[in-house]
């Protein structure tokens, strides 16, 4: 039925590969490393996992979503709300998460809490959505933020050529992930220093901002909520926007089993960057409204940027490189935690066996790390951003919702499992509900392409069926999935 996961390892060139029967043991669980084995090492402290989830959650999201929320919601007193209660949202997903962090001490996040929950099939459901919709359209979001932010000062008196755009974002993309294919330590340093530039790149617009409205520039907060009225079929759109520039709250889970001490970093590490991001979120948007009209915000195609240009001058043209940076810090910090999913799911049979080998030298997921290249780059060249943001979104917290609802499950399913950090009940339960309705909404919101999203997605069942409950499969099929 299912390729068993690897627990011996056979050297093959460069890498190493697993062939014997069972499950392969969790990094903690304290069955000994058998002779020549290679595995990911914890090299996650709490200040590299704050650096991975802040790094991963300031990118492209504080700077594009300002749009979609205004939009959706109509004025901004409302774009204020949102953007308050998809913090705290975000803040009950993240307990959650820490919860399941804390008692299933492996790697992969959603795909191992849905396997551990729900079973094979979901499980294999997700990771299949993950490598065709969600990463490679997340990524390719992102990096289109990179590529105009980059581009800025160099155009700054015409419009950037979308071209152009699209060529130094596949450079950024690349060169992502040739760093995570090198080095881990590499790519953690990196996302310290990354993440330390996004801070920055916060401060500098917050700072003025506040300087703002002691001089009593409030005008736009006038009748906050006066404007078009936010509908039923917005409010959904307007969250997945916010929630997206929340997203990355998740990725120290997909490297559970890299981080040191994990019962106490885990919580430790999301309790404080979903603070400081929270804070740093409202009070940019605040800032924002201090010298940018609704209409005018709608209008700017780089809000930073126009943000910038109005109260800065010539030190306007140093936004738009912190930006590019904090999309940067975001494209690294997603491609190390997701190519751990993939790892991960490989070693449990559901993606070819080539994805769970390991870089005996480097020590990095290199094989799970470059599948994401290709579909990244057909993403880039063939998508819009925002048709992208909702693509993705759909698929994206259907699954979230899933796993959260399932931490509920485990709690009657496995009642004694040690639980070091445990939240209050109500918490999953709103978190899951909410995750779920605008999911329900979203498709009547945006059909088409929550629509697509939802084909895809069921697309994962035969797929299971075909490539792992078949076991008549003729060699060269077997051969070609590297069994």
Same mark, same amino acid.
């Given at each position: 039925?299912?390729?068993?996961?690897?627990?011996?390892?056979?050297?093959?060139?460069?890498?190493?590969?697993?062939?014997?029967?069972?499950?392969?043991?969790?990094?903690?669980?304290?069955?000994?490393?058998?002779?020549?084995?290679?595995?990911?090492?914890?090299?996650?402290?709490?200040?590299?996992?704050?650096?991975?989830?802040?790094?991963?959650?300031?990118?492209?999201?504080?700077?594009?979503?300002?749009?979609?929320?205004?939009?959706?919601?109509?004025?901004?007193?409302?774009?204020?709300?949102?953007?308050?209660?998809?913090?705290?949202?975000?803040?009950?997903?993240?307990?959650?998460?820490?919860?399941?962090?804390?008692?299933?001490?492996?790697?992969?996040?959603?795909?191992?809490?849905?396997?551990?929950?729900?079973?094979?099939?979901?499980?294999?459901?997700?990771?299949?959505?993950?490598?065709?919709?969600?990463?490679?359209?997340?990524?390719?979001?992102?990096?289109?933020?990179?590529?105009?932010?980059?581009?800025?000062?160099?155009?700054?008196?015409?419009?950037?050529?979308?071209?152009?755009?699209?060529?130094?974002?596949?450079?950024?993309?690349?060169?992502?992930?040739?760093?995570?294919?090198?080095?881990?330590?590499?790519?953690?340093?990196?996302?310290?220093?990354?993440?330390?530039?996004?801070?920055?790149?916060?401060?500098?617009?917050?700072?003025?901002?506040?300087?703002?409205?002691?001089?009593?520039?409030?005008?736009?907060?006038?009748?906050?909520?006066?404007?078009?009225?936010?509908?039923?079929?917005?409010?959904?759109?307007?969250?997945?926007?916010?929630?997206?520039?929340?997203?990355?709250?998740?990725?120290?889970?997909?490297?559970?089993?890299?981080?040191?001490?994990?019962?106490?970093?885990?919580?430790?590490?999301?309790?404080?960057?979903?603070?400081?991001?929270?804070?740093?979120?409202?009070?940019?948007?605040?800032?924002?409204?201090?010298?940018?009209?609704?209409?005018?915000?709608?209008?700017?195609?780089?809000?930073?940027?126009?943000?910038?240009?109005?109260?800065?001058? #010539? =030190?306007?043209?140093?936004?738009? $490189?912190?930006?590019? !940076?904090?999309?940067?810090?975001?494209?690294? %910090?997603?491609? &190390? @935690?997701?190519?751990?999913?993939?790892?991960?799911?490989?070693?449990?049979?559901?993606?070819?066996?080539?994805?769970?080998?390991?870089?005996?030298?480097?020590?990095?997921?290199?094989?799970?790390?470059?599948?994401?290249?290709?579909?990244?780059?057909?993403?880039?060249?063939?998508?819009?951003?925002?048709?992208?943001?909702?693509?993705?979104?759909?698929?994206?917290?259907?699954?979230?919702?899933?796993?959260?609802?399932?931490?509920?499950?485990?709690?009657?399913?496995?009642?004694?499992?040690?639980?070091?950090?445990?939240?209050?009940?109500?918490?999953?339960?709103?978190? #899951? =509900?909410?995750?779920?309705?605008? $999911?329900?909404?979203? !498709?009547?919101?945006?059909?088409?392409?929550? %629509?697509?999203? &939802? @084909?895809?997605?069921?697309?994962?069942?035969?797929?299971?069926?075909?490539?792992?409950?078949?076991?008549?499969?003729?060699?060269?099929?077997?051969?070609?999935?590297?069994?």
């Amino acid at each position: 039925m299912f390729r068993k996961a690897a627990v011996t390892t056979v050297s093959n060139g460069n890498y190493l590969q697993g062939q014997t029967n069972g499950r392969l043991p969790s990094m903690d669980s304290g069955q000994p490393a058998q002779e020549g084995k290679v595995v990911l090492k914890k090299k996650v402290t709490l200040l590299r996992g704050i650096s991975i989830i802040i790094g991963t959650i300031i990118g492209a999201g504080i700077f594009i979503s300002p749009k979609g929320i205004l939009k959706n919601t109509g004025s901004v007193g409302m774009s204020l709300t949102v953007w308050t209660v998809c913090g705290i949202l975000s803040l009950f997903g993240a307990l959650c998460y820490a919860e399941l962090g804390t008692c299933i001490k492996k790697s992969g996040g959603h795909y191992t809490y849905i396997l551990e929950a729900f079973g094979p099939l979901p499980a294999f459901v997700r990771v299949w959505v993950e490598l065709l919709i969600i990463r490679p359209a997340a990524t390719a979001v992102i990096s289109l933020a990179f590529g105009r932010y980059i581009l800025e000062p160099f155009f700054m008196q015409c419009e950037i050529p979308e071209l152009a755009i699209k060529l130094i974002t596949a450079v950024g993309i690349t060169l992502v992930m040739v760093l995570n294919s090198t080095s881990v330590s590499w790519s953690a340093r990196i996302q310290i220093f990354l993440t330390f530039c996004k801070l920055v790149a916060i401060l500098i617009i917050i700072v003025p901002g506040v300087i703002q409205l002691i001089k009593g520039e409030t005008q736009h907060f006038k009748n906050a909520f006066a404007g078009n009225d936010a509908s039923v079929m917005g409010l959904p759109l307007a969250f997945y926007s916010g929630m997206y520039a929340y997203s990355g709250w998740f990725y120290l889970n997909f490297v559970t089993e890299e981080v040191e001490n994990p019962e106490k970093n885990i919580p430790l590490a999301i309790c404080i960057s979903m603070i400081i991001v929270t804070v740093g979120y409202v009070l940019t948007n605040v800032a924002y409204f201090t010298t940018i009209s609704a209409g005018e915000l709608l209008l700017s195609k780089a809000v930073a940027v126009t943000f910038a240009e109005r109260l800065m001058g #010539s =030190f306007s043209l140093a936004v738009p $490189v912190f930006v590019a !940076l904090s999309c940067f810090g975001s494209m690294n %910090g997603g491609i &190390f @935690a997701v190519s751990r999913m993939f790892f991960v799911a490989s070693r449990e049979g559901h993606l070819p066996e080539i994805l769970s080998m390991i870089h005996v030298r480097k020590h990095t997921p290199l094989p799970a790390v470059i599948v994401l290249h290709p579909l990244t780059m057909i993403m880039l060249f063939n998508g819009d951003l925002y048709s992208l943001l909702n693509f993705l979104s759909f698929a994206r917290w259907l699954f979230i919702g899933l796993v959260v609802a399932g931490l509920i499950y485990l709690r009657y399913k496995r009642p004694d499992m040690p639980r070091p950090f445990k939240v209050p009940l109500f918490i999953p339960a709103l978190f #899951s =509900f909410t995750c779920l309705f605008m $999911v329900a909404l979203s !498709l009547y919101s945006d059909p088409v392409n929550t %629509g697509i999203g &939802f @084909a895809i997605t069921l697309t994962g069942v035969p797929a299971y069926y075909l490539f792992i409950v078949w076991d008549k499969k003729p060699k060269w099929f077997r051969k070609l999935l590297g069994k």
